[in-house]
């Protein structure tokens, strides 16, 4: 039961006339590209779907990541009426009528799916004419987003679905999007397309994550191709720049991955090598590459291998992603360029990692050790006779702001996690932690 669309008429109906993303639209689970954490065999959304116990949920994820096609996946799996709404084009008035359309669909025992496109852009009150309909079960609501749904979906709405949130699709994942397109015979299987592997690969990597990026993409190049004499198009690294409004394109023609080219700017800071980082970090942004991903990748390096021997690399990194998100490319290269020079030529530690997977090992093997008692929080009465919080020494009221009381369990008393260094700053710290080390243990003697 999907609305019907003012441009749906016979001649823009006919698939030759569509474009690529919209003839390899996935029919089902099969053709559908990524989201594995939520889809892949046995995942909580796939057993849903196949055993059509669909309930209220919000798709929240960037555009051109298979939101829309999922509802209608979903749409042709199940046995419920199904009505696609639109947030842009809707309002009131509209809602109302589909919302009746459901509950006279309800009576006579049907359940209708209500597909919301870009929920978030509705108002509090349109929001809320969904409401009384989703708490007695005449819709099924299914929203889609690419806004976050805590700040632009009313709480009470909120609260009665479930968000799934879906990621942008991975290069490699794209990339057989986009082999897939060659062959299908709804894209380019019924001609002869010669196209370098290495040159997909550059364009699942310029499409960042989105699907229909990407086979936009690819349909313009193949139709910007060269054809031969025997009928075939070939399609050209020169061809793929001039698409992409690029001078040469990431991942070239020796191979150089993804993965290969941030691991060179992140193994060159950590190698305090300035002059290799900015290198490696210019060959991905005329290659593409989001900035905002390269900005998060030196986020991460500030604390990972710098730390507290230099504690304003992570103020340096975050301040060069506000700036790459203000501004984009290409005047945010500047500050990416300060940013990861800064990482190359500070002092390098790696404690804080250290201390946290060291951790992370002791808090997997030891799940069920409980909360000391005295580290405990005791709000009731119940607690308090249960010794909750017996024993804490609340350290503002020593001289030295400092007690011997013991935070950890029992079985991991005297583990150490943070080991810092003597580099930068962080020697500063070491001495500290030796200094408190030493006292509390002069307490605890006491």
Not at 33 to 44: E, M, S, W, Y
Not at 248 to 275: E, F, Q, T, V
Not at 400 to 409: H, R, S, V
């Amino acid at each position: 039961m999907e609305q019907t669309s003012i441009f749906d008429d016979g001649q823009l109906n006919d698939s030759s006339l569509q474009p690529l993303a919209a003839r390899l639209r996935p029919r089902d689970l099969e053709e559908y590209a990524g989201q594995t954490h939520l889809l892949g065999p046995g995942k909580v959304l796939r057993r849903l779907i196949e055993g059509d116990a669909v309930s209220s949920m919000i798709f929240w994820g960037p555009p051109g990541v298979g939101k829309t096609t999922l509802a209608r996946i979903i749409a042709n799996r199940t046995k419920s009426a199904f009505i696609d709404f639109s947030a842009v084009t809707s309002g009131i008035k509209e809602i109302r009528t589909v919302m009746q359309q459901a509950e006279d669909n309800r009576r006579f025992g049907e359940r209708t799916i209500v597909f919301v496109d870009e929920i978030h852009r509705f108002n509090k009150a349109q929001q809320d004419a969904f409401l009384p309909f989703v708490e007695k079960g005449s819709i099924i609501l299914i929203g889609a987003t690419t806004e976050n749904p805590s700040f632009e979906v009313n709480s009470a709405l909120l609260s009665r679905c479930k968000v799934f949130v879906l990621q942008a699709l991975k290069v490699e994942e794209l990339t057989a999007l986009l082999r897939r397109a060659l062959t299908d015979a709804r894209g380019f299987g019924g001609q002869v397309i010669r196209m370098p592997e290495e040159l997909l690969e550059a364009i699942a990597v310029f499409a960042n994550g989105d699907a229909r990026t990407a086979l936009s993409t690819l349909e313009m190049v193949v139709l910007n191709g060269d054809v031969q004499p025997d009928g075939a198009t070939v399609v050209t690294e020169e061809t793929v720049a001039q698409c992409t409004s690029k001078k040469s394109l990431l991942y070239d023609k020796k191979g150089d991955g993804h993965y290969d080219l941030i691991s060179a700017l992140h193994k060159s800071m950590r190698n305090s090598d300035p002059d290799a980082a900015i290198y490696w970090m210019a060959r991905m942004l005329e290659g593409g590459e989001d900035p905002l991903y390269i900005a998060r990748r030196v986020t991460r390096f500030a604390s990972e291998d710098i730390g507290l021997a230099d504690p304003r690399a992570l103020e340096i990194a975050v301040a060069a992603y506000q700036a790459c998100h203000f501004i984009g490319m290409p005047e945010c290269s500047v500050h990416l360029t300060q940013a990861v020079t800064y990482m190359a030529l500070a002092p390098k530690s790696n404690a804080l990692y250290v201390a946290y997977e060291t951790a992370k090992k002791d808090a997997l093997s030891q799940i069920a050790e409980p909360v000391p008692l005295q580290i405990r929080n005791a709000p009731t009465a119940l607690m308090k006779q249960l010794d909750y919080g017996k024993g804490y020494q609340y350290a503002h009221d020593t001289q030295e702001k400092l007690t011997a009381m013991e935070c950890l369990p029992e079985s991991l008393r005297g583990k150490a996690y943070y080991r810092p260094t003597a580099e930068g700053l962080e020697s500063r710290y070491k001495q500290r932690l030796e200094e408190i080390k030493a006292r509390r243990r002069e307490l605890g003697s006491k």
